[in-house]
């Protein structure tokens, strides 16, 4: 019963955090629309979406994927967005278990993919949510066996400020020289500060393989990214990736740290 209850709502999570981005996305870039107003309706038709068909995964299959007012294609994407919070969401439960670190870890992961998808799909890294991570990495800190680095001992605040520093502080050098020679950002300022959320999150001494795989992670999702006809590089989405190959190899212990250091 308890995990019925909570697979339901890791699936409204999910649901909640595609509203978050389609709302939040350029293309509502208007100011009648905000995360609570107004309500959910076809983007095709504008028709308002019935209360069960608002219901995660229940009203896609009821509605057998498409409007019921215009009969348009509802895009795939939502219902698997909803299950990969489902599944992202019971991996953490099984670590976890009912507990404060489950809810700090899961909210972790729902920022991160909200940020990873708005920036693979339109480059962009809003400060809101952006300053939500930092927050996170900052108060969080207090339970950082949430993100298993307790290796380093590491659970006080100035260590997380200084990650949160030297993270944001990088990025910005980067850029102040790429634009010394080209006369142009070569980075957004929505990843300075990505950075330096994950780095108040994992700590300074992580910052070298956020960066060194959030690199190789970028480029690759620039080659993947078919349909990308622009010339720039999705590193946002790369250091999402990037933090996530670090807590992965920390997690199953292949990458020790003070090996390589
Ligand atoms: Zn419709």
Redesign the pocket.
């Given at each position: 019963m308890i995990n019925a209850l909570i697979s339901i709502t890791f699936l409204c999570i999910g649901s909640l955090s595609s509203l978050i981005i389609y709302r939040l996305s350029p293309r509502n870039n208007n100011k009648d629309i905000n995360l609570f107003f107004p309500r959910s309706h076809?983007?095709?038709?504008?028709?308002n979406i019935t209360n069960i068909n608002l219901i995660p995964l229940i009203g896609y299959i009821k509605q057998r994927g498409r409007?019921?007012?215009?009969?348009?294609k509802i895009s795939l994407y939502y219902p698997i967005n909803e299950i990969l919070h489902l599944i992202i969401g019971l991996v953490l439960y099984s670590i976890f278990g009912l507990s404060l670190e489950l809810l700090i870890a899961f909210l972790l992961a729902v920022i991160l993919i909200v940020l990873f998808i708005l920036d693979y799909r339109y480059f962009l890294l809003p400060f809101s949510i952006n300053i939500a991570l930092l927050f996170l990495g900052l108060i969080g800190i207090g339970y950082a066996e949430v993100f298993n680095i307790s290796f380093l001992d590491y659970n006080n605040l100035s260590m997380s400020v200084a990650g949160a520093f030297i993270g944001f502080v990088f990025l910005w050098l980067v850029n102040f020289f790429f634009k010394l020679f080209k006369g142009y950002d070569g980075i957004g300022g929505g990843d300075f500060i990505l950075l330096a959320s994950l780095g108040s999150i994992a700590g300074p001494f992580a910052l070298p393989f956020i960066i060194l795989f959030g690199s190789l992670a970028s480029i690759f999702i620039y080659f993947f990214k078919i349909k990308a006809l622009s010339n720039q590089i999705p590193l946002g989405s790369g250091l999402v990736l990037g933090f996530l190959i670090f807590l992965l190899l920390n997690y199953f212990e292949l990458l020790n740290i003070y090996a390589v250091l």
């Open positions: 076809c983007p095709s038709c504008k028709k409007c019921s007012n215009c009969n348009i």
